[in-house]
Every structure is written in C-alpha cells, then in structure tokens.
C-alpha cells in the first residue's frame, strides 16, 4: 500500500497511521474520522520521515512491528522521540503491540509515547483515543496558553 498522498487541509485535525494491518488501519481511520482527523497511511518508515517533515500530524499511531520493527528496535518510533520539543509537544502519540496492556500509564512513560494500546483492543480505539487525547488536550491547555502568551509557541 503506497504512502497516502492527499493533501491536508488547512485548519483540519490530521493524524498519521503506521501499521501493517490493513484491518486495524481501518478501525483506526474509522476511528479518527468519526473523533474529526484527517488521516494519512504511512506504507514504509521511510515514508514517515517526509511526511512529518513537511506536515504537522496533531496524532500519530504506530504499531511496534511496523516496517520490520519490534518494541525494542522500531526507527519510527525512534525518529518520533527524537524530533524537536516544539512539534513533538503538539502531537499526540500512540504505540500499540501485543506486549502493551492498553492505557498502561508506565509503559507509555518508558516509550516517550502518550499511550499505548494491546493490538486485541484495537475495536475500542475510538473510546479509548477520544477520552485520552481530551485528558492530554486539558492536561496540557494552560502550559500552551502561557507559551503563546510568551511567544513561544
């Protein structure tokens, strides 16, 4: 499956999918459409790289084996940690695998990630993102306001 080349709208909520599945890729995209994302799929790692170059992704998902990977060596994983504070910091991101129990605040912590969801709940990923992205939103709101007010953001 190619990179997904549509174009972002402008002031449109995007995120970013990288898995394997075709079938979890389709509850995810079900998913954030009904929560108001515009998705893009990610086919390669390499594809990534681009593609979070050139676009801010306000969540990105990635499954543990995507593009070859496992928990402990996956390079988009890797890339994800490693960018930059200021972009990292508005981008909600999730790491799913069959090792995760699902909302397991420590392991998120361990992996720089959000959350992390078990593949087997996959089903729920409309429940369990809603409620999680609007923790992190309120989490978060008045550390970004001040550095709006700062002119950092």
Avoid: W
């Amino acid at each position: 499956m190619p990179a997904d080349t549509n174009i972002l709208l402008e002031d449109t909520k995007a995120a970013l999918l990288c898995d394997n599945s075709t079938d979890r890729i389709k509850v995810l995209e079900d998913a954030l459409k009904d929560l108001g994302y515009q998705t893009q799929v990610a086919a390669l790692p390499e594809d990534v790289y681009d593609m979070v170059k050139y676009n801010q992704y306000d969540v990105i998902y990635v499954n543990d084996n995507f593009g070859g990977g496992n928990t402990e060596n996956n390079e988009v994983l890797d890339y994800i940690q490693s960018m930059q504070i200021a972009a990292r910091r508005k981008t909600f991101v999730v790491l799913s695998g069959k090792i995760y129990t699902t909302l397991d605040h420590m392991a998120a912590f361990e992996q720089s990630v959000n959350i992390v969801i078990n593949e087997a709940d996959i089903s729920e990923a409309k429940a369990i993102l809603k409620k999680s992205i609007t923790g992190s939103y309120m989490f978060y709101k008045v550390y970004n306001e001040i550095l709006y007010e700062i002119g950092k953001a």
